[in-house]
């Protein structure tokens, strides 16, 4: 059995505080998240995934044409 979770995350944001605020919550969710994850018999995500996760946030959410991660 296999579960999916989508979280879509406006590539450009108006508030820089506000986009900052929501990529440390996913931040807190992908890192406390996998203990959960592995307690409900789920698989983690591996590391290199999250990093992929985490590249991504750098590469494509900005507000102002400056990252946000």
Do not use: H, R
Not at 21 to 47: E, H, I, N, R
């Amino acid at each position: 059995m296999t579960a999916s979770t989508w979280a879509l995350v406006y590539k450009s944001q108006d508030k820089a505080e506000t986009g900052k605020d929501v990529l440390k919550f996913f931040d807190a969710a992908l890192k406390t998240g996998q203990d959960a994850a592995a307690s409900l018999d789920y698989v983690p995500m591996p590391d290199n995934v999250v990093k992929l996760i985490e590249d991504s946030w750098s590469k494509e959410i900005k507000a102002d044409g400056k990252p946000l991660w």
